[in-house]
Nanobody
Framework: QVQLVESGGGLVQAGGSLRLSCAAS????????MGWFRQAPGKEREFVAA????????YYADSVKGRFTVSRDNAKNTAFLQMNSLKPEDTAVYCC??????????????????WGQGTQVTVSS
């Protein structure tokens, strides 16, 4: 059983930056692909980014490509989401998730086995 805990959320002005962390415990972190999702009020949870086991491959939603960077430190059992040039529409609860699957369905919630509780990101205009 893998436990995931996010941190780093907060309130930031448009154009600003935040770095989210996802600390994992209870399993071998390097066995898992790590994904980031977000859910805004009144909207469905959506895929943001994912990173493979070694950190050599990443994948992003079009809405964040070029602004967000996903990374991981397997020695510290932690994944990161660096968010730059934030926009008000990035406001959401951000969650990390873990899966053993890497493939075309990586953007689907259903392939992820473990989820964190989430951290709130609010971008003011």
């Amino acid at each position: 059983q893998v436990q995931l805990v996010e941190s780093g959320g907060g309130l930031v002005q448009a154009g600003g930056s935040l770095r989210l962390s996802c600390a994992a415990s209870g399993g071998r972190f390097s066995n898992y692909i790590m994904g980031w999702f977000r859910q805004a009020p009144g909207k469905e949870r959506e895929f943001v980014a994912a990173i493979d086991r070694s950190g050599s491959s990443t994948y992003y939603a079009d809405s964040v490509k070029g602004r967000f960077t996903v990374s991981r430190d397997n020695a510290k059992n932690t994944a990161f989401l660096q968010m730059n040039s934030l926009k008000p529409e990035d406001t959401a609860v951000y969650c990390c998730a873990a899966t053993r699957f890497w493939g075309p369905q990586l953007t689907s919630l259903t392939v992820y086995d473990y989820w964190g509780q989430g951290t709130q990101v609010t971008v003011s205009s």
